[in-house]
């Protein structure tokens, strides 16, 4: 059984940090590519940024030089670290677990189940 399981949200202060965590369970944490995914009531999910299974990174743009996602294979672990926190960034966070299967070609996705980022003052 896959479980996602997200930790690290809370109410912070503009100018803030936190840092989520995401640990994996029940997949090949190595083989699959993660991503942290943010959610505001009444809009679309949107990739907040992702890190591939070769350790590349790319970031929406929004957060850019704010947000660093990393990942420690040997704890099965990813990470998404969040600098210069500001109102904006309030969402629900999802961490994102996706590989394309060999077989079929399709992306095979599985979600945590959130965690709230609240940045006000």
């Known amino acids: 059984q896959v479980q996602l399981v997200e930790s690290g949200g809370g109410l912070v202060q503009p100018g803030g940090s936190l840092r989520l965590s995401c640990a994996a369970s029940?997949?090949?944490?190595?083989?699959?590519?993660m991503g942290w995914y943010r959610q505001v009531p009444g809009k679309q999910r949107e990739l907040v940024a992702a890190?591939?299974?070769?350790?590349?990174?790319n970031y929406t743009d929004s957060v850019k030089g704010r947000f660093t996602i990393s990942k420690d294979n040997a704890k099965n672990t990813v990470y998404l670290q969040m600098n210069s926190l500001r109102p904006e960034d309030t969402a629900v966070y999802y961490c994102n677990a996706r590989r394309i299967s060999r077989i079929t070609n399709q992306a095979i996705d599985y979600w945590g189940q959130g965690t709230q980022v609240t940045v006000s003052s």
């Open positions: 890190i591939t299974s070769g350790d590349n990174t």
């Open positions: 029940g997949i090949i944490f190595r083989l699959y590519a």
